[in-house]
Nanobody, 121 residues
């Protein structure tokens, strides 16, 4: 099995910064893409940022120039540096990874349990 564990959420004032981290562990042979989604109350889960193994990144328009995603392929970790946070960034943030387990022929998506980010004065 594969587990994703997030850390780094919390309460921050508008304009502040937070860094989220996610570590994947378990029977991992290879990880293709990793990313972060978020879900605010009453809204659908949305992609925040993604990164593939080659380092190409993708961001939601609402977070471009404020958030930066990075990954450490050797450690199977992905991070999200969030700057200039706004109240509308408040949500539960979920880590996701596309993982091929040892002995498997295909990649499968795994999700973390989520971490709350609240931006409020």
């Amino acid at each position: 099995q594969v587990q994703l564990v997030e850390s780094g959420g919390g309460l921050v004032q508008p304009g502040g910064s937070l860094r989220l981290s996610c570590a994947a562990s378990g029977s991992i042979f290879s990880i293709n893409s990793m990313g972060w989604y978020r879900q605010a109350p009453g809204k659908q889960r949305e992609l925040v940022a993604g990164i593939i193994s080659g380092g190409i990144t993708d961001y939601a328009d609402s977070v471009k120039d404020r958030f930066t995603i990075s990954r450490d392929n050797a450690k199977n970790t992905v991070s999200l540096q969030m700057n200039s946070l706004k109240p509308e960034d408040t949500a539960v943030y979920y880590c996701t990874a596309s993982v091929k387990q040892r002995g498997s022929r295909s990649f499968q998506a795994y999700w973390g349990q989520g971490t709350q980010v609240t931006v409020s004065s």
